[in-house]
């Protein structure tokens, strides 16, 4: 039988610098396989729980407790040591009861451990959104799922929903509106939680710019780094211990 095709291995000195991991001593890292979200905004689960939580030492020993059950990625068990975990997704370990999110920091991700009332809960951003028939429309979402829902609920791009795990059932919807809450998910100010105060619509020439008050500073970013968590307040835990 013949092996598939693309290396399972990537060069510690290539991987992304939010790993966390040593590059000197060693000279492979497992990459992560093919998934929910693009290999460089996203983190292999063996390298999550060896390098960035220390929760194990060895690859061996992270396989083996991966194999066995022992993880959950947004309320479902995954079994692939190199299952790619990314933005707002939750990561379970059931044998210790730790719970995590991993949210924008100005290292790109960081995970944060999350009270056990959020970990059937996740917040997703709507990327694109098409039309299925008259009576439908298919939105897709930053972490590659996609749900049908009735034209009459028309939301746009940008958007987030708050949803349950696993049964994707719908929350709460949060639009990019003036005063709602948002974090913003790239640039140099990643990480950082603030409030919309301007919406510029795109142009020929210009995207959609978005002002935004956080820290007592204004802020302009392209809507696309900007993600909507909340109204008043933010729907769940953003940010750990500092």
């Known amino acids: 039988m013949g092996k598939k095709a693309g290396s399972k291995i990537l060069k510690r000195t290539m991987s992304p610098s939010f790993w966390q991991i040593e590059r000197k001593n060693k000279r492979f ?59 707002m997704d939750v990561v379970e370990i059931i044998k210790t009861d730790s719970i995590y999110r991993l949210v924008p920091s100005k290292k790109f991700l960081s995970p944060i451990i999350i009270p056990d009332n959020e970990k059937d809960v996740k917040l997703c951003k709507v990327v694109n959104k098409s039309s299925v028939d008259k009576e439908t429309f298919q939105y897709s979402f930053h972490d590659g799922r996609t749900m049908n829902i009735a034209s009459s609920t028309n939301v746009p791009v940008g958007s987030t929903f708050k949803i349950s795990l696993p049964s994707q059932k719908v929350e709460k919807i949060i639009e990019i509106k003036v005063n709602n809450l948002v974090v913003l998910t790239g640039g140099q100010n990643k990480g950082l939680i603030g409030t919309i105060k301007d919406i510029k619509e795109s142009s020929f020439s210009r995207p959609r710019m978005i002002d935004i008050d956080a820290d007592n500073r204004a802020i302009e970013v392209k809507a696309d780094l900007v993600m909507t968590i909340g109204e008043k307040t933010s729907e769940l835990t953003l940010k750990g211990d500092e």
């Open 29 to 87: 890292v497992t990459k992560p396989s093919s998934g929910s979200h693009p290999s460089k905004q996203s983190i292999p689960l063996t390298v999550l729980l060896r390098d960035i939580l220390k929760l194990t030492k060895t690859y061996s020993e992270t396989k083996i407790i991966i194999r066995e059950g022992q993880v959950k990625v947004d309320s479902r068990i995954r079994k692939d040591p190199n299952y790619p975990v990314g933005l």
